[in-house]
């Protein structure tokens, strides 16, 4: 059972900046996909990007695409998504999550999820 733990979320204004972190319990990490998806409220919970176990591939969704980064650090068990030029419309939840098959952008592909940390950019 992989258990993963967000951090980093906080308040911030619009055009600033925040590094989220995700660390995961287990080696086995190393030989999943990750992801990153948040909810807004009243909202579904959307995809906001992904890499490949190896970070050899990445993907985002149109909205953050130039603007957030993900990565991985496979030798420290942690994912992360640098974001910039933060806008008040990514103010959400955002969840870690770790899975092995299927479609990247799809939340049903992820078997592990982390409890959220919440990020709110002010206008």
């Known amino acids: 059972q992989v258990q993963l733990v967000e951090s980093g979320g906080g308040l911030v204004q619009a055009g600033g900046s925040l590094r989220l972190s995700c660390a995961a319990s287990e080696r086995t990490f190393r030989s999943y996909a990750m992801g990153w998806f948040r909810q807004a409220p009243g909202k579904e919970r959307e995809f906001v990007a992904a890499i490949t176990w190896s970070g050899g591939i990445t993907y985002y969704t149109n909205s953050v695409q130039g603007r957030f980064t993900i990565s991985r650090d496979n030798a420290k068990n942690t994912q992360y998504l640098q974001m910039n030029s933060l806008k008040p419309e990514d103010t959400a939840l955002y969840y870690c999550?770790?899975?092995?098959?299927?479609?990247?952008?799809?939340?049903?592909?992820?078997?592990?999820w982390g409890q959220g940390t919440q990020v709110t950019v002010s206008s």
């Open positions: 999550a770790a899975g092995g098959a299927g479609n990247i952008y799809s939340s049903r592909r992820y078997d592990y």
